[in-house]
C-alpha cells in the first residue's frame, strides 16, 4: 500500500512538474505588446515589453500604455520579424514586419534606426487576431490596431490606408492556457 502511495505521489508530482515547466517555457517566449500615444507629436509608438525601460519612454513624454497583444520572442517557421523604424524629420515611429517593404525602402522613405522588436505569426492560427496598421496624413503618423480594436474610432479621428501586417496571440487573460494547446 506505501508502495502505490509512493508512486503515485510521484506520479503527480512528475506531471504537475511538466505543466509548469511547459507554462514558464511559454511564459518566457511570449512577450506583451503596447501601444503608447505622445500628446506633444500627437503620434503612437508599438513597444514590446523589455525593449524600452518604462522612465525612458515617460521622459520621452509617452502616456496612455494600452496592452494590444502579445507577440514572440524567438524565430521560428512560420513567424516573421517586426521591426521598429524612426523617422527624424516626422518623429514618427513605426512598426513594419520584415515582408512589408525592405530597408531600402524604408530608408528613402526617410526612416532609421531599425531594431528587432518581437516575432508574429505569418498565418493565421487557433487563438489569433490580424494586425493593422492605420495612417494620419495629419500628423504624418503610423499606427497599429488589432482586429478586436475599435477601428470606427479611427476612420472618425481621420486615419486611412487600413494595412494587414500580421497576426498575434490576443490580450486574454488566460492567454498561457492558449499556448498549452
Given amino acids: 500500500m506505501k508502495q502505490t502511495l509512493v508512486v503515485l505521489s510521484l506520479f503527480a508530482a512528475a506531471l504537475t512538474a511538466g505543466f509548469t515547466a511547459n507554462a514558464q517555457s511559454n511564459d518566457e517566449e ?18 514590446a515589453e523589455g525593449e524600452y525601460q518604462e522612465g525612458q519612454i515617460l521622459n520621452w513624454k509617452y502616456n496612455d500604455k494600452t496592452l494590444l497583444f502579445f507577440g514572440y520572442r524567438n524565430p521560428k517557421e512560420g513567424r516573421v520579424a517586426v521591426y521598429s523604424w524612426f523617422n527624424p524629420r516626422t518623429k514618427d515611429v513605426i512598426s513594419i514586419a520584415e515582408d512589408e517593404f525592405n530597408d531600402d525602402q524604408m530608408i528613402k522613405m526617410g526612416y532609421t534606426n531599425k531594431h528587432l522588436q518581437f516575432y508574429a ?61
Fill in 121 to 181: 505569426d505569418s498565418r493565421r492560427g487557433p487563438n489569433t487576431l490580424a494586425v493593422y496598421r492605420w495612417y494620419i496624413s495629419k500628423y504624418d503618423d503610423w499606427v497599429t490596431v488589432p482586429e478586436e480594436g475599435n477601428t470606427d474610432a479611427y476612420i472618425k479621428k481621420g486615419y486611412k490606408m487600413k494595412t494587414f501586417q500580421y497576426f498575434a496571440v490576443p490580450r486574454n487573460t488566460d492567454v498561457e492556457i492558449y499556448n498549452q494547446l
Fill in 30 to 47: 511570449m512577450v506583451a505588446v503596447y501601444r503608447w500615444f505622445n500628446t506633444v507629436d500627437r503620434n503612437y509608438v508599438t513597444i
